[in-house]
């Protein structure tokens, strides 16, 4: 067996571990290769898969689809984020879905930094969720805004964009979570 195939057996039996023992649901759809369900608060869950390459571990977040509007406002807005991010980045595919991507060299791969590195993809998914949607899906929720108020839709989950919703001069405020 040579070095870099034991090493890999190795990161994977770690990361097996540790997902096992996280309580996340979790599956192993091929050697290697991981998905686990990660809950949050603002974005409800984040899909994350990790996959044991050669030479590496590979950690790859689905985080938001391609924004409507602001595409260059949200692409400048992910970038500062990536500043203060450790492990990994923001990036968008050729569909200009956002992700969040990162790798750890297989050495370093332990149960200490496999948890360090979910919690730094799950922070930044949670705590970018809405900035990211505000800044390019703010027309339509705006528009969601105004069907649920003209329909007396719940508005539940808008809450967190209050401050998008749109004045009315014939209607009283909606009731909080309605």
């Known amino acids: 067996m040579s070095v870099t195939s034991a090493m890999s057996e190795h990161a994977t039996a770690v990361v097996r ?31 994350c898969s990790l996959a044991v390459r050669e030479h590496s571990l590979v950690v790859n977040a689905f985080v938001a689809r391609s924004p409507d509007e602001n595409q260059a406002g949200v692409h400048r807005w992910l970038l500062e984020r990536n500043a203060r991010l450790s492990g990994v980045g923001f990036a968008v595919d050729g569909s200009g879905d956002i992700y969040l991507v990162g790798r750890l060299p297989l050495h370093a791969v332990t149960p200490g930094e496999i948890d360090r590195l979910l919690g730094v993809v799950l922070d930044a998914a949670d705590s970018s969720f809405n900035t990211i949607l505000e800044l390019g899906f703010g027309e339509s929720i705006r528009r969601e805004w105004e069907w649920r108020l003209a329909r007396g839709e719940s508005t539940r989950n808008l809450e967190a964009f209050e401050h998008l919703r749109p004045a009315s001069p014939d209607r009283g405020p909606a009731e909080p979570g309605r």
Request: no cysteine; net charge negative.
């Open 17 to 47: 571990d540790h997902l096992a023992a996280s309580g996340a649901p979790w599956e192993e759809s091929s050697p290697g290769r991981f998905s686990v369900e990660l809950p949050g608060e603002r974005k409800l869950t984040t899909s």
